[in-house]
């Protein structure tokens, strides 16, 4: 499967995004998702997964009540959705796919998100 995430941005302390991955491939349906993010001079850090068929989420417990992860099996696509967003959510986010409790066999490139004070 190949993925590609889109959303990102520039937002200001509070502010909102949704973060967009678009997978190919007639399999996605049978993966589950998650979201992944990397900040300059940090290790890669879980952030949200959810199970293949879309019944089962969770987060990490800093974006926890903030961020919500979704998919649509139809369109291939899930999102993040991330709310209240803090200078410390500043970092490059990847999409994944895999096991639901590691999702981390499939990686697309990542999208730029940038919380101003």
């Known amino acids: 499967v190949q993925l590609q995430a889109s959303g990102g941005g520039l937002v200001q302390t509070g502010g909102s995004l949704r973060l967009s991955c678009s997978a190919s491939g007639r399999t996605f349906s049978t993966y589950a998702m998650g979201w992944f993010r990397q900040a300059p001079g940090k290790e890669r850090e879980f952030v949200a997964a959810?199970?293949?068929?879309?019944?089962?989420?969770y987060v990490a417990d800093s974006v926890s009540g903030r961020f919500t992860i979704s998919r649509d099996n139809a369109k291939n696509t899930v999102y993040l959705q991330m709310n209240s967003l803090k200078p410390e959510d500043t970092a490059v986010y990847y999409c994944s796919a895999g096991p639901y409790r590691n999702p981390s066999d499939y990686w697309g490139k990542g999208t730029q998100v940038t919380v101003s004070s």
């Open positions: 959810i199970s293949w068929s879309g019944n089962s989420a």
